[in-house]
């Protein structure tokens, strides 16, 4: 294939048309980036794999966004001493990927200027790699010092904030630089919710495997587990039952609409609108109810496996009653929203991350579509049942909490739309393969555009038919750091608002 | 103009909300060693802080759905506070993870006696086969109780909010089991 003025030796994945596969010596990997950055293209994930006992030494794996699709190459490196070149000075998104595959790998960036731990606060020793496969460490407890960055100066002063929050949500501490009420830094240190994922993969079935993926982020179940499961099937030649791949697509939509209106409601929260919350959140409990009686999960949990889907929808004349209501009922909420003095006064202008900046950090998914950077898995390289459905992309240029809220509520009527061509299209069939493990080591990817971002699974399965590595990506990699970008200037008392319209996910990125 | 849809929406809405469930006794895991008449201070009114120590945000999904009108919770006296020396209850998702243990430890020893801890979904619970999945490793402790004492567990992935409520009132009721 051909990105920038080279052709690169890459292949497509079997099955898909928008998944390429290569593998590089590391040392051509900057060459390569450049190569994606000068076309418009963006880094999208980064990690290592120990393939010591696959008769090679180490790999690092990236992944990268093209005018052609996904990109997923692999670095080849020495057993000893592993180490690449940096890419954070191409895309600056890397650093934090680096740092963590430097903590789970000790594979090393070469040249990078960040070198700070990640996700390792001090559960293991120094010099030990939880993702290596001869990883022996007992768990330890030492002092974890991490080095923010201070701003300094007369009359700033810093706020902690975290690892608990004040409101139900996840761990993470967060460290303001502050002037008066004005941000100055905020300097973010994820990581408290770091569960081992990855090293629980190995050596799983591809059974369990699907009901881990869909426990990376729990708000992002179908995403992850279609995903997995579409590794997995690449990497064993298995064909999906049309009818399953159209369910997927509804379950992912009915996934996208509910953590919307929550957003939204939130929002609403957020700005002492307690109305709004109220409001969407009653929607919401009315979708995740009927969601629980067509299918047996609120949310949705376990209900994609590998081969097909778990559950058959019986009858749509509920879902699509209730699609009708409930968008009617967004739309009334959306006049309020957008008439509320007190609400457009809070969310114009606020938490601003303008395109260019966007573009230059990776910001990607539905944060990225409201600052202009137009990517929708869905729309451009539509993979089934999508590639039936002409998905409209939503898109703003401003980048501020406004957008972000707008962008949302076209996406719940975009959603609502597809939902109903979904069932009027549906194939009848079956919904479920078996699969079935070459016998040999094999490697697939799943791409999928879940409601905050694009979800990227890679999986390698071993001889035995077992996972051998797999690693999860969501898009709060890349999108984390510009929460600090658009944080800046803005008073210490939006920084909430502003978090929730990126709402990014701490257990996604800490793995 | 805003003020005008938003009574229309109210009264065209109406109430929504439900009546609560019974407390549910069977998830008490200890003999709760507390007196009578702490309780009939208490009542059924608490007050609670919740704390991730590491869950995959699906028991978070369900926290935040319990603040929803269907449910009414300050209604019946619930209440999520943001400090955990406000609170009488510690509603814990898990399961914890290593680089959180010390601030959970931290967050239970400034909670106020009397205390109770509920410990909630399958990974904070260590039950099922997704409480095996994320059992003890190089990163995380496991279940809530291998950190803290823990009062009741509200088992589920996630549990949905009627059972998460049953297991609150549970811990607070005063009902012998």
Known sequence: MRIGEQDWDFTPQAGSNAIWRGTLPAARLPALAQAVKAEGGQLVALWGSDDRKLDAGFALHCAFMTGAGLVWVSGTLPAEAPAYPDLAHVFPQADRMQRATFDLLGIRAEGATDTRKWLRHGAWPEGTYPLRKDFAASPTRELDAYPFIRVEGEGVHEIPVGPIHAGTIEPGHFRFSIIGDRVLRLGERLGYTHQGVEKRFEGMDLATGARLAGRVSGDSHVAFAWAYCMAVEAATGCMVPERALWLRGLFLEIERIANHLGDLGYLGNDVALSFGFMHFWRLKEDWLRLTARLFGHRYLFDRIVPGGVAVDLADGSELLATADRLEQEVRDLKAIYDEHAGVQDRFANTGIVKPAMAARLGLTGLAGRASAQAWDARAQFPQPPYDQLDVNMATHSRGDVLARAEVRFVEVFESMRLIRAMLELMPAGPLQVAVAPTGSVAEGMGWVEGWRGEIVVAVRIGADGRLDRVHPHDPSWQNWPLLEVGVLGNIVPDFPLINKSFNLSYSGQDL | ?177
């Open chain 2, 1 to 177: 103009m805003a003020t005008h849809l938003i009574l229309q929406k109210i009264f065209k809405t109406g109430i929504v909300s439900e009546p609560a469930p019974a407390a549910d006794t069977s998830l008490r895991t200890r003999e709760q060693e507390l007196h009578a008449e702490i309780l009939k201070v208490f009542g059924q009114a608490i007050t609670i802080r919740h704390v991730d120590a590491g869950s995959c945000n699906g028991c978070e999904l369900e926290i935040h759905a319990l603040g929803g009108p269907h449910f009414n919770i300050e209604g019946i006296g619930v209440k999520f506070a943001a400090s955990p020396r406000h609170v009488d209850l510690l509603l814990v998702t898990g399961p914890v993870s290593r680089n959180l243990e010390t601030a959970l430890k931290r967050t239970y020893d400034a909670t106020p006696e009397p205390k109770w801890v509920v410990a909630m979904g399958d990974c904070g619970c260590g039950c099922g086969t997704v409480g095996g999945m994320f059992g003890e490793n190089y990163a995380s402790c496991g279940k809530v109780a291998n950190v803290i004492p823990v009062d009741v567990e509200v088992p589920g992935c996630p549990p949905d909010p009627v059972t998460l409520l049953s297991g609150i009132l549970a811990a607070v009721s005063g009902r012998t089991a």
